[in-house]
């Protein structure tokens, strides 16, 4: 069984920080790529920003430059660093990871439970 636990949500004002972290627990062979996505009320969940094993990274237009995404391999865990918080990134944030349980073998993609951020003054 795989857990996806995520912390570090928040209420925040603008042009704040808040760092987001979520680890991957359970018997886990191997993490290939690794996300977070977000989901606002009334919209469809949407990328964030995603990182392979190699540590190549994927950012939405919207928060390039502003948010940057990293990982620990060791402990099975990523993270969301967010500066210049925008009223318009407040939402569900989730994390996910594509996970495999033996060499070569199939890859599942399991998600968090998702933590709230909202920007506000």
């Known amino acids: 069984q795989v857990q996806l636990v995520e912390s570090g949500g928040g209420l925040v004002q603008p042009g704040g920080s808040l760092r987001l972290s979520c680890a991957a627990s359970g018997s886990i062979f191997s993490i290939n790529a690794m996300g977070w996505y977000r989901q606002a009320p009334g919209n469809q969940r949407e990328l964030v920003a995603t990182?392979?094993?190699?540590?190549?990274?994927n950012y939405a237009d919207s928060v390039k430059g502003r948010f940057t995404i990293s990982r620990d391999n060791a402990n099975n865990t990523v993270y969301l660093q967010m500066s210049s918080l925008k009223p318009e990134d407040t939402a569900v944030y989730y994390c996910?990871?594509?996970?495999?349980?033996?060499?070569?073998?199939?890859?599942?993609?399991?998600w968090g439970q998702g933590t709230q951020v909202t920007v506000s003054s």
């Open positions: 990182i392979t094993s190699g540590g190549s990274t």
């Open positions: 996910n990871a594509d996970i495999s349980f033996r060499l070569s073998g199939p890859i599942f993609r399991y």
